[in-house]
């Protein structure tokens, strides 16, 4: 099996995924705002808030790179590339499954409901968001793969869909030798390039063709990648320079996305900051290596992907429980808003301990034994015996 025990966690990148995870709550949330407490009134710090997607996706490129020693230039054999796509899909997937049935389950709810009090039906299947063929994607995990123009169920969800085809192709570098390996990260760069040239030629943003998920998250991914082969010119730099060019690029960041800067630029800073942070060192780091810093890294994915389905059932039921409008009163909308992410986080923590970590070990343990029962020379009594003991 791949070694990677011996591995010590970035702090820094799991701080960073926390605060990303929290941006795009409020990105998600603000929308209950009233409008005379519009944040994309006087900044579009917000409005650009999809960019913390990427940042999700350059942080995912340079970990994996990290972990799995994509410099070295050994080939990695089918068996090991297995253990590492089990790793990745347990990391993944359960969760994923887990809150597309609580979407289902809420939408089914709500149909009920409606159907009871003899009010206009609330369809679980709605012809644009939720099909048939969405859910069947959902389930299959290949929804932002180029066949739906939108998002669908757990909106969130996509951009695991984009992560997973980013896991195949980080496969596929694994099992083939130094040299091509190379080859083929020069072919992503260009890749890369080339979607960044077309976003500035038509001056569109990087979210703006749904379509194009993979080849943004891919383009992403290998920005991370790159920046690991280059990250020994940062062990170079005292840490007094280091401070400098986090404090700078952290400046610059928010300028570009309060500004509304061309996202190329904002992507380039956002990679400038996972590349001096990645050896816990300077005053940025400092500040990212707290207690609640971490713990909201850890929690950052269930965050993430329940986050959307407390919107749904908000935008369903608070103004019928509270008699609060939602964007007609300024103590309404402060209200819901605050409630959303104080439930976020609780919410966050259950899952992290009673559905994500557990539901990852137990596929990772399951699927690890059944391939290494499968290689070894009595794999069809290990096999055997694996049953008998569930």
């Not at 192709?169 to 890749?191: E, H």
């Not at 929690?299 to 019928?320: C, N, P, T, V």
């Amino acid at each position: 099996m791949i070694q990677i025990l011996h591995k010590k966690e970035i702090r820094s990148h799991t701080s960073l995924r926390g605060w990303a995870a929290l941006v795009v709550v409020f990105v998600h949330f603000r929308s209950f705002f009233h409008s005379s407490l519009d944040p994309d009134e006087f900044t579009f710090f917000l409005h650009k808030g999809y960019l913390w997607v990427d940042f999700f996706f350059i942080l995912s490129g340079f970990v994996m790179a990290y972990v799995y020693d994509i410099e070295h230039p050994k080939r990695y054999s089918v068996r090991d590339t297995m253990h590492y796509l089990i790793a990745r899909i347990a990391r993944i997937y359960p969760l994923h499954f887990i809150t597309l049935l609580a979407t289902l389950l809420f939408f089914t709810i709500v149909a009920f409901i409606n159907w009871g009090l003899g009010e206009a039906p609330c369809c679980v299947f709605d012809d644009s968001l939720r099909t048939v063929e969405s859910l069947v994607a959902n389930l299959l995990l290949i929804h932002s793969w180029g066949m739906f123009d939108w998002v669908t169920w757990n909106l969130p969800s996509w951009s695991l869909s984009a992560e997973l085809f980013c896991y195949l192709i980080f496969a596929v570098l694994l099992t083939i030798d130094g040299d091509n390996r190379k080859l083929a990260l020069v072919m992503l760069s260009c890749t890369s390039v080339l979607f960044y040239c077309l976003c500035i030629a038509a001056s569109s943003d990087v979210d703006e063709i749904f379509r194009l998920s993979t080849v943004r998250a891919a383009s992403a991914f290998t920005i991370g990648m790159v920046l690991f082969l280059g990250r020994r010119a940062i062990s170079t730099l005292s840490e007094r320079s280091l401070t400098c060019i986090q404090i700078v690029a952290c400046i610059a960041l928010f300028l570009t996305l309060h500004f509304g800067v061309t996202d190329i630029v904002s992507i380039g800073l956002m990679a400038m900051i996972v590349l001096v942070t990645w050896e816990d060192r300077g005053y940025l780091c400092q500040c990212l290596d707290t207690r609640y810093m971490h713990t909201i890294g850890l929690l950052s994915f269930s965050i993430y992907m329940w986050h959307y389905l407390i919107k749904f059932i908000a935008q369903q039921d608070w103004e019928s429980l509270t008699g609060l409008p939602v964007q007609s009163s300024v103590t309404g909308s402060i209200l819901l808003v605050a409630c959303m992410v104080g439930l976020v986080i609780p919410i966050a923590v259950w899952s992290y301990r009673y559905l994500e970590m557990p539901t990852r070990q137990w596929i990772s343990l399951r699927l690890n034994g059944l391939l290494e029962a499968k290689h070894s020379p009595n794999w069809q009594l290990a096999l055997i015996s694996s049953e008998r003991k569930r």
